[in-house]
C-alpha cells in the first residue's frame, strides 16, 4: 500500500516573488573578538545559513522587512537578533559563553516560529545538548521533565502520558505526541525512540485550537535536526549492564549546495531485559530495535522548498508484557516470573511526510501530507494468566492483513509571514483517514477450569474492522492592542465519522476452523462534533519578564466498545467525545543578564464527559463509558541558572489534585459510586533537580561532572484507588571528559536501586520499573 494511493493532493500553485539584490550583512564573535561560526536562521522564513571561519556571513533573497535572527554556536550560547532587510550597515554581534549565559529557546509547537518568553502558556523545551547530556533514548523516560509530566511503559514499548491529570486510558492518546510534525495518531503508530534530535518542545494544558483530537492534556512535539548546507555527522556506542548495546550514526550534508540537502541517520539498541522466566530459567522481555530517520529537502527557490521525511521502526521483544501478578508479588520477587507461554513480540510502525513550504510578502503557507502504518503481532501465543498454568493464552499471528493499522493525513496551512508584527495569524485545514484490521484469539488450555473457564481446549477469535474519517477547520490570531499587550484568540472545528464491525466465534481444539459464530457479524456507526477555543491576554513588563491569562479547550474523540467475551459489555456502544476546559496564569522572567529565568503558573482543569476505561479480561481490551467529571488543579515552577561560571543548574516542581467530584461505574452488574477519588497515572508531585559542572582542562579536555535527581509522588493505577505507588526518588549520575568532537561518558541511572511500579493495570498486573543500570558512552560528532 504504498504512500501515493492515499494522496493525491492538489497543489496551489503560487506567484513567487523574485528574489532581491539587497542583502543583510555581519560578523559573529565571542566576548574576546574572535570569530565564532554560527548557525544564522531567519524564523519564520526558508532562510538560513553559517559565519565562516572569519565569524562573516551574508543573508541575501528576502523581502524587505523587519526579521527576527536565531544566531547559535556548539561553542557558544544563543541569542535573538531582530534586523531590517536589506540593511548596508556590517553588524557585529556577540554571542555570549554558554557558560555564563542561559540559551534563547524559540517555540514551533505553535505552527509559528516565537520565542518561548512571548508564549502565552507553560511550554518547557529540551535542547540537543539537553537530550544528550538526560541520556533520553525513549520517550518512555519523559516522567519529571517538565513539570506534572508523567510516562509510563504497559510491558510492550509503548508510551502511556499524563499531563496535569489528563492522561491515556485508551488508544487514542490524551496528550498529543508529534514528531517532525507528524502527528503519532494512535499507540499503535506511535514511534519511541529518540534519534538525531534537534529539540523536544512540552506544551502543558489543551492545545485543541491548532491540534484538535488528541490534545486535552498538552502536546509533545519532537523535532530531529534538518540537513542543510553544512555537513555535519555522529556516531555514538553505548554498552552497559544486562547486555544493554545502543549504536547510532547519522550524517546530513549538501548535495546541490543552495539546492538539495539529504540525511539519514539510525540506531540499533538491544539488551537482554531485567527479567528472569522461572519457568524455563531464561532471560525474559529480551529486545532489540532499529530505528531509521530520512530526510531530504529541496529549496525550490528562495521562497520554496519541498521536504520529505520517511521513519521506520522494527522492534522485538522476546516476552512481551513482563508482568507480575500482583504489586506484593513484585516487591518480594522483583523481577522473576513464572510463565509457561512466550513469543517473540514484532512491532513494525512506518511513518512518512511530504510536505510543501511557501514563504512569501503576504502569507507563509504548509502543505503537509502524511502517512503511517503499523503491524503488531505474536509470533505465538503469550502468557494471559501470567502463571506456569496452562490456562489462558492469547494468539493473533493470522497473517499480513490483520492486526495492521494505517493512518493518511492531510494538512493545509496559511500563517502570517515573518514581517508581520502588530497582527499574527495562523489558519488551515485538516483531514484524516483511519484503518484497522484486528485478530486475536484468547485460548484455554488444559487447565482452564482451575480460573473458571466452563471448558478447555477451546478458543474465542475476536475479530473487528474499524474505519474512521475527519476533518477540522482551525484559525488563531494574536493583536497588539497596545503596547506590550497582546490578545490571542483562536476556534477550531471538528468533525469525525467511526464505523466499526466486529465478530466473535468458537474454536474447539484441534479443530483448525471455528464451529460456530458467538456473536453474529455486527456492524456499528458514529460521529462527533467538537468546538476547541482559545484565548489569552499576554503583558510584557520589559524585556525579560512577561505575564498571561489564557483559557482553552481540548477534547478526546468518541468512539465505540470494542468486542469482549463479557455479555454484560455489549460491543459497538456509542460514547461521546470528552471535553477539557483549562484557565491557566502564569509568569515568566530572565535575570541578572540572562543568567537565571524562571516560570510559575497556576491552572484549573475540568474535564466533562469524562472517559472511564474497564479493561476486560482475559483479552485486555479496554471498554470505555462517559461516566463522570474530573476536575485537576495545580501550581508549576520552573528554574534555570548558572549561579558560578561552569555551573549549572536546572530543575521543576509540579503538584496536581486530579479527582473526579462524581463517578458511577458499572461492575458485575451493580453501579459503583468512586466520588472524590484520584485519578490515575497522576503523582501528586513531580519534581526534577539537575546539577552540572564543567571544568576546561589543558590542551582543549573538558570535563563534566552532573546529577540528576527526580521525586515522583504517590499515584494510583486504578480509579477505585486500590491500586498504588507510593512516593519514590531516582537519582542519575554521570561523568565525561571531552576532547573537541569527542567525548566519552560514564553513567550510572536509579544509583539507588529504587523499586517501584512503572505501570500497572486494574486487575492488579503490574509492570516493575528499570533497576539500576550503568554503563559507557562513546560520542563522536562534527558540524
Known sequence: MSFFRYFLPIWIVFLIFPAFSQEFSGTVKNETGDPVQARIRVLNTETETRSNADGMFVISGLLPGEYLLHISSPTTGSLEYPIRFPDTVQHEIILKDKSVTLETVTVSAVKQETLQRDFPGSVTILSARDVTRLRLWNTTDFTALAPNLFTGNPGDNRTVTSIRGITSTSYDPAVATYIDGVNQFGLDTYISELIDVERIEFLRGPQGTLYGRGAMGGVISIITKEPSNKTRGFAEAHLGNYGWQRYSAGISTPVVKNKLYAGVSAVYQSHNGFFTNEYNHSSFDVQQTITANYNLKYQLGKHWSLRANFKQNHHRNNGA????????????????????????????????????????????????????????????????????????????????????????????????????????????????????????????????????????????????????????????????????????????????????????????????????????????????????????????????????????????????????????????????????????????????????????????????????????????????????????????????????????????????????????????????????????????????????????????????????????????????????????????????IGYRQFESAIWVRNLADTRFIDYAYDFGAVHLGAPRTYGLSLIFHFD
Open 321 to 736: 508484557f513482563p508482568l507480575h501478578s500482583s504489586k506484593e508479588e513484585a516487591m518480594e520477587q522483583p523481577y522473576r516470573l513464572n510463565q509457561d507461554a512466550v513469543a517473540k513480540m514484532i512491532d513494525n510502525t512506518l511513518n512518512g511526510s511530504l510536505s510543501f513550504h511557501y514563504s512569501g510578502k503576504q502569507f507563509h503557507f504548509v502543505s503537509q501530507s502524511t502517512f503511517q502504518t503499523n503491524q503488531r503481532y505474536y509470533d505465538g501465543a503469550i502468557d494471559g494468566d501470567f502463571s506456569p498454568l496452562d490456562a489462558v493464552s492469547i494468539y493473533n499471528d493470522y497473517g499480513g492483513k490483520w492486526n495492521r493499522t494505517t493512518v493518511p493525513a492531510q494538512e493545509f496551512r496559511f500563517s502570517s509571514p515573518a514581517t508581520a508584527k502588530r497582527l499574527k495569524w495562523v489558519a488551515g485545514s485538516y483531514l484524516f483517514f483511519q484503518e484497522g484490521f484486528v485478530k486475536q484469539a484468547v485460548k484455554y488450555g488444559g487447565d482452564a477450569l482451575l480460573i473458571g473457564a466452563p471448558d478447555t481446549d477451546f478458543s474465542v477469535i475476536n475479530t473487528s474492522k474499524f474505519r474512521s474519517a475527519g476533518g477540522a477547520l482551525f484559525g488563531q490570531v494574536t493583536w497588539v492592542l497596545i503596547e506590550k499587550l497582546e490578545l490571542t484568540a483562536g476556534l477550531r472545528y471538528d468533525l469525525e465519522y467511526k464505523r466499526q464491525s466486529v465478530l466473535s466465534e468458537y474454536q474447539k481444539d484441534p479443530d483448525p476452523e471455528p464451529l460456530f459464530a458467538l456473536r453474529s457479524d455486527t456492524t456499528g456507526k458514529a460521529d462527533f462534533t467538537a468546538f476547541s477555543p482559545k484565548a489569552g491576554l499576554l503583558y510584557h513588563i520589559n524585556e525579560t519578564s512577561s505575564g498571561y491569562a489564557t483559557y482553552s479547550r481540548g477534547f478526546r474523540p468518541g468512539g465505540l466498545t470494542q468486542l469482549s467475551n463479557d455479555p454484560s459489555q455489549p460491543p459497538l456502544y456509542a460514547f461521546d467525545p470528552e471535553y477539557s476546559d483549562n484557565l491557566e496564569v502564569g509568569f515568566r522572567s530572565s535575570l541578572l543578564k540572562n543568567q537565571l529565568s524562571f516560570h510559575v503558573a497556576l491552572f484549573y482543569t475540568m474535564v466533562l464527559n469524562a472517559q472511564v476505561p474497564t479493561l476486560i479480561l482475559p483479552e485486555a481490551i479496554t471498554i470505555t463509558r462517559n461516566a463522570g467529571k474530573l476536575i485537576s488543579k495545580g501550581v508549576e515552577l520552573e528554574l534555570a541558572a548558572l549561579p558560578f561560571k561552569q555551573v549549572e543548574i536546572r530543575g521543576n516542581f509540579g503538584y496536581t489534585d486530579a479527582r473526579y467530584p462524581s463517578l458511577t461505574l458499572s461492575q458485575n452488574d451493580q453501579a459503583v459510586e468512586l466520588d472524590n477519588h484520584r485519578q490515575l497515572f497522576t503523582p501528586r508531585v513531580t519534581s526534577l533537580l539537575v546539577l552540572q559542572y564543567t571544568q576546561p582542562l589543558k590542551h582543549a579536555f573538558v570535563a563534566t561532572l552532573r546529577g540528576e535527581w527526580k521525586y515522583v509522588g504517590d499515584h494510583f493505577f486504578d480509579l477505585a484507588n486500590q491500586i498504588s505507588q507510593e512516593a519514590y526518588n531516582l537519582l542519575n549520575v554521570r561523568a565525561g
